[in-house]
């Protein structure tokens, strides 16, 4: 059955129009038919069964047979500077959406290559994977922001650097806290002194040099244990 977002969808709802661009994909590629049935996800949770009754390119139709709320999974922050080629990043996000990743936080810090991202090129993309896989909750995706700000809305949490010093393992990590990937030049030892004083743990990720958008995978699925 085909999965389309309905971003406005609620509980108390009988009917709901697709977007145009949802409207579009059903019945122009798609080519679904009045009698079909399809599912919506709204990204929020919530989970619904209809039947189109509508087949407009533009405000298709449909009638909500069953619907169901699903909880939210623990969180899982990840931010990170954004990458120079901005394939990787998008082909993180896919991935992490799939795997049930809550936030996306985009990081300014003193070796960042890139100083700005296609917001609503990622937010489709975002879209794409929830449908795909399947999930109820949409990633909140962040905006850039220079690393000083982030650190003083969240104080606490982990990250991964190049440079020797104390580290944690991966076991040592606890639930909703968010974890920080630098830029391809990793973390300036400014910024890892600034972290660390804050109240951040150095985490011990690899015993060898990962790009940026593996390690924030491989953050990624420290976490999965209880999703």
Not at 66 to 77: A, D, I, K, S, W
Request: aromatic share 8%; proline share 4%.
């Amino acid at each position: 059955m085909s999965t389309f977002y309905a971003l406005s969808l609620q509980q108390d709802h009988s009917h709901y129009q697709l977007s145009e661009e949802e409207s579009k994909h059903c019945t122009k590629v798609l080519r679904m038919q009045v009698g079909d049935r399809i599912e919506l996800i709204n990204g929020r949770g919530l989970h619904a069964i209809t039947v189109l009754e509508d087949a407009h390119p533009k405000r298709s139709v449909v009638r909500i047979e069953t619907r169901h709320f699903y909880e939210q999974t623990p969180t899982l922050h990840i931010a990170m500077a954004p990458t120079k080629n901005m394939d990787r990043i998008e082909w993180y996000l896919e991935k992490a959406t799939e795997l049930g990743l809550s936030k996306l936080s985009f990081l300014l810090c003193d070796h960042s290559e890139r100083k700005q991202v296609n917001m609503e090129r990622l937010q489709k993309i975002a879209i794409a994977a929830m449908k795909q896989s399947k999930r109820y909750y949409l990633p909140e995706i962040e905006v850039l922001q220079p690393l000083a700000d982030f650190v003083i809305k969240h104080p606490k949490g982990y990250f991964g650097h190049c440079q020797d010093g104390k580290k944690i393992g991966w076991s040592g990590l606890a639930q909703g806290f968010p974890f920080l990937i630098g830029p391809e030049g990793d973390f300036s030892a400014k910024e890892i002194k600034v972290l660390l004083e804050s109240g951040y743990q150095a985490v011990e990720m690899s015993s060898f040099r990962l790009r940026t958008e593996t390690a924030a995978l491989l953050a990624t699925t420290a976490f999965l244990t209880d999703l």
